[in-house]
């Protein structure tokens, strides 16, 4: 199912011909300038409007919408055409507005202790599917202005790679965000990586590490069986030197499995390498992992621990437990609600 935001301006001009050429204007301005749904574009009749929401009805049914940290984070499940879920995350903080978007339903990654990894892979999304929880979250965040886009949803954003980057591109050149306010994150496909870097685009690349030993890492990330941290260090260095641009390793800290002070000298020996920043997680449980995060206290020695060894390094403040953050979390639990309802007989 097209979306409008598949659209250039050119194609939208096709299809509005017959209309005065301001009214492409003002389609696109509230579009993409207002981030408005093509209902609220009042500065366009309201018999343009209904034929406009005909050929493109919304792509994403809210199917579930929660909020915690007193509204400052909220999420959704959305339920696209073909009853596939995903999740999106709008996050306000004092300084800017993020929204935490999805790639693909699912994920075909298997990293052992994401819920996303956990439910296995459903589709890639399209752009308008991406772009649409953009805008989505655009709206809801008003009268604040969405400053931040980050890939960091359900799914590889550079399994998806065509589309990832078509929303990136659109974004910069239709929304006027800058790319420098949006981050791609991978658990490690190198020759998407370098591919990335090629495009001359300035976009945060965050790399899901978790483990600084190849053994343990591919017990964590699968994908690191096929290209091990040696490659992966390769693509990063070449991310670096191509883009001029630092990059990020995220850590979920693991009771006993990645916290460990051989874990942390492995860490600051890759990261310092790379001149990498390193963004520590404390672990969103998942009833698929039985496994505990890192206390609080083993947090804040290990991040002590990496600066000490000259690593620039920072804890992630945690968003919204209370309403099922693990990514895909969320979604499953809505699916099994979905499921439980009752079907009357016809």
């Not at 308008?128 to 400053?147: C, N």
């Amino acid at each position: 199912m097209p979306s409008v935001y598949e659209y250039s301006k050119d194609e939208l001009a096709e299809l509005l011909v017959g209309e005065p050429r301001y009214r492409v204007d003002q389609v696109w301005h509230g579009l993409w300038t207002e981030g408005q749904a093509i209902e609220g574009i009042t500065t366009i009749p309201k018999a343009l409007r209904a034929r406009l929401t005909e050929r493109f009805p919304a792509s994403l049914e809210v199917a579930n919408d929660v909020e915690s940290d007193h509204g400052a984070t909220r999420k959704w499940v959305f339920r696209l055409f073909d009853g596939a879920t995903i999740e999106t995350v709008l996050m306000g903080y004092e300084d800017r507005v993020t929204v935490c978007v999805s790639s693909q339903a699912g994920c075909a990654m298997g990293c052992t202790f994401c819920a996303t990894g956990q439910a296995g892979f459903t589709r890639h999304l399209s752009a308008g599917e991406v772009l649409e929880q953009v805008m989505f979250a655009a709206r809801a965040a008003a009268p604040r202005r969405l400053s931040n886009v980050v890939f960091m949803g359900m799914g590889e954003p550079l399994a998806n790679y065509l589309v990832t980057m078509d929303v990136v591109k659109r974004l910069h050149e239709y929304r006027g965000l800058s790319a420098r306010h949006i981050t791609v994150s991978t658990v490690g496909v190198a020759p998407a990586i370098e591919r990335m870097a090629k495009t001359g685009l300035p976009l945060t690349l965050a790399v899901s590490l978790h483990s600084a030993n190849n053994e343990s890492r591919s017990e964590l990330v699968p994908l690191n069986r096929r290209y091990p941290l040696e490659r992966l260090h390769d693509a990063c260095l070449y991310w670096m030197n191509t883009t001029g641009r630092r990059l990020s390793f995220e850590w979920a800290l693991i009771d006993g499995v990645n916290d460990r002070e051989s874990d942390l000298d492995e860490l600051a020996r890759y990261a310092s390498s790379l001149r990498a920043h390193v963004n520590l997680i404390p672990l969103n449980p998942t009833p698929g992992y039985l496994v505990r995060g890192s206390s609080s206290q083993r947090v804040h020695d290990f991040r002590e621990g990496l600066v000490a060894r000259g690593i620039n390094a920072t804890v992630r403040n945690t968003r919204g437990r209370s309403i099922d953050a693990a990514c895909g979390q969320l979604a499953a639990v809505t699916n099994a609600r979905h499921k439980s309802i009752p079907v009357r007989p016809g």
